[in-house]
């Protein structure tokens, strides 16, 4: 267990709804990172948040936003879901918002739209 | 556009051999390494971190990095059958750049026959 934890589990919404996935990371870490990970292909990274500010971010359209709180948990919205959103969705925390850190997952959020 | 190559297996070795799980990256600019394993329904897992050239031993994985080939690999001696997963492996581009992202490889699967 990496003390990442993620809410909900599992989530079916229908095409055009918005969603919101939560994550809080591990105790001494204070970045999140989160990624999309479709069935069998890697994780592709969203974006990053460090100091309740975006870090960095992937190649996702402004309709994936975030949020990262002083506790440095952290909020993915995604709106008007299509139905390629569907994914597994995967949070990671680090020490710092830099390569050097590792990055570890927690369990992930497996959402379906319909 | 950064690439991480792996072969996507499967990969099947008999109980006690030495599996050996191969990863290329495109970026020369890359400095942190990483292998994930990932079993099925399941959330990454960091196995390995290496930085430097040459072998990093943990147990019974090895990785391997040589920067010069771009080339990444990770050894798992004494193979068992709880190791039968998919193996990512990770990139990152620089070790003191903020708003780091993980590029993956879409992974190797392993199966380690009994």
């Known amino acids: 267990e990496t003390g990442v934890t993620q809410s909900p589990t599992h989530l079916i919404k229908t095409r055009g709804q918005q969603v919101t996935l939560r994550c809080s990371s591990q105790?001494?870490?204070?970045?999140v990172s989160w990624y999309q990970q479709a069935l069998g292909q890697g994780p592709q990274f969203i974006f990053q948040?460090?100091?309740?500010?975006?870090?960095g971010r992937g190649n996702f359209p402004p309709r994936f936003s975030g949020l990262q709180f002083p506790n440095y948990s952290s909020e993915l919205n995604v709106n008007a879901l299509e139905l390629d959103d569907s994914a597994l969705y995967l949070c990671?925390?680090?020490?710092?918002?830099?390569?050097?850190?590792?990055?570890?997952f927690g369990p992930g959020t497996r959402l379906t739209v319909t | 556009q950064k690439e991480v190559e792996q072969n996507s297996g499967p990969l099947s070795v008999p109980e006690g051999a030495i599996a050996s799980l191969n990863c290329t990256y495109s970026d020369r600019v890359s400095q942190s390494f990483f292998w994930y394993r990932q079993y099925s329904g399941k959330s990454p897992e960091l196995i390995m971190s290496i930085y430097s050239n040459g072998d990093k031993e943990d147990g019974r994985f090895t990785a391997q990095l040589n920067k010069a080939s771009q080339y990444v690999s990770l050894l798992i001696r004494d193979s068992q059958p709880s190791d039968s997963a998919t193996y990512l492996c990770a990139v990152s581009p620089h070790l003191l750049n903020t708003g780091n992202q993980f590029y993956f490889g879409t992974g190797t699967s392993l199966t380690v026959i009994p």
């Open positions: 105790s001494g870490h204070n970045t």
């Open positions: 990671a925390s680090s020490k710092q918002g830099l390569a050097l850190y590792e990055q570890y």
């Open positions: 948040y460090y100091r309740e500010e975006e870090n």
